[in-house]
């Protein structure tokens, strides 16, 4: 309760220093954000991998397997509800078409973006380099060889080498949550430098340039999925929702603020285990794979925002055009990467594949750092959801 306080207390006064507008202090705060982002983010891909390895070695495959079938499921289950509620909102409120001076501003913001083809971003995943996944980063491709080696260990004769191998592994795994809990114990600082840095771009108008209707689907999703469909996933489960978001509160709020889940990890995992008092075999396993696949938030905004793009190009929005897009925009979640913007330029990619104009992604833009971080939250917020569920369950 008291950690929980004092990250309050720090999200108040940075949001009090970004409004001061002094620029001195907006680059300081900039540079202890980016600081504390990438040593989540250097954190982040050995947590995952060793978590995935020792876990399968330890706890063999079979029980592996039957913690990933429960994993899965509420994934999907939470995933396609998001769209769901997204397509509903959608309906209900009916956002209109943007003028066409709007997008053709939107085409220049769009222009210098990268843009890769679904086919591209999933020849990917496939390593063919064991040193390169862990250089790029690339979640779900560290994600396969964690499986294949964690499922080789277990397979292997018990011996000498396979212990020593195990042991190894285990005591890197504990050295690294040393460095976190390290990292965690200084995190009210970056608190305070993430809080202004956001507080610093809303005072200068950087989401000023709100399209109405879309905004309110897109928000109004996640809203209703973080306080109404993933409360009452956990309260079918015998779990007391508010419980479970008040030990899981550090978690939400970091991702808020690094925008990244898979930043977000080492947190996750360290407030699931000790505060939640989630098992560490279940919490080790489940939360770097809903890291990598459970992607709430981007299912409603891939899914709002194709509709909204298709709208404006044109394309008549039918109940048959959305249930193709329900399910398109959970595949495509599944696969995205918890990075920030990786909904974003996974939509990109979606609307240049199908010939929409991609120019009114450009008209979001401006606005996307506030819908990122709420997606963002919602999406660890659903981690939370399924590692207490699934540790409920088994």
């Known amino acids: 309760m008291t950690k929980t306080i004092l990250w309050i207390a720090a999200l108040v006064v940075g949001a009090v220093l970004g409004l001061l507008g002094l620029h001195w202090l907006d680059q300081t705060m900039e540079f202890v954000a980016v600081v504390y982002t990438r ?5 982040a891909v050995p947590t995952i991998v060793l978590a995935v390895i020792t876990t399968f070695a330890t706890f063999g495959a079979q029980g592996s397997g039957r913690i990933f ?21 959608y309906v209900l409120v009916a956002p209109g078409n943007l003028p066409a001076e709007a997008i053709g501003q939107g ?11 679904y086919y ?23 994600l396969l060889l964690a499986f294949a080696i964690g499922i080789g260990l277990s397979k292997l004769p018990e011996s000498e080498n396979k212990a020593v191998v195990v042991k190894g592994l285990l005591g890197l795994q504990e050295l690294l949550f040393l460095l976190i809990r390290g990292l965690i114990w200084t995190l009210p600082l970056g608190i305070v430098a993430f809080s202004a840095q956001l507080s610093a771009q809303v005072s200068a108008g950087v989401v000023a340039d709100s399209i109405g209707k879309y905004v309110l689907v897109v928000l109004g999703g996640n809203v209703i999925q973080f306080f109404v469909v993933l409360p009452l996933f956990l309260l079918a489960r ?14 939400v709020l970091m991702a808020l603020f ?3 889940s898979a930043a ?31 992607m709430n938030g981007c299912a409603a905004f891939i899914l709002v925002t194709s509709l909204f793009v298709m709208q404006n190009g044109g394309t008549p929005i039918t109940w048959t055009t959305i249930l193709l897009w329900i399910l398109i925009s959970v595949i495509s979640a599944v696969g995205n990467a ?8 996974l939509t990109l990619s979606l609307m240049s594949g199908i010939g929409a104009p991609v120019a009114i992604l450009g008209v979001i833009l401006p606005i996307y750092t506030i819908i990122d971080m709420v997606e963002t939250a919602e999406n660890v917020w659903s981690d939370s959801c399924v590692a207490a569920i699934v540790d409920r369950d088994l």
């Open 264 to 294: 977000t990890l080492p947190v996750t995992m360290d407030t699931a285990e000790n505060r939640l008092g989630v098992k560490k075999n279940i919490a080790r396993f489940v939360l770097p794979i809903c890291t990598t696949i459970n």
């Open 338 to 345: 918890g990075v920030p913007m990786g909904c974003y330029f």
């Open 69 to 89: 079938g429960h994993t899965l499921t509420y994934t999907l289950l939470t995933t396609f509800a998001a769209a769901a509620v997204g397509a509903g909102l």
């Open 238 to 251: 015998g779990l007391n929702p508010v419980h479970v978001l008040g030990r899981m509160m550090p978690a």
């Open 120 to 142: 591209s971003h999933l020849i990917s995943l496939i390593p063919n380099n064991i040193v390169k996944p862990f250089l790029e980063g690339n979640v779900l491709s560290l």
């Open 258 to 260: 690094t925008k990244s």
């Open 39 to 43: 040593l989540f983010q250097l954190l």
């Open 107 to 117: 085409g220049e913001a769009v222009a210098d973006t990268p843009q890769l083809s």
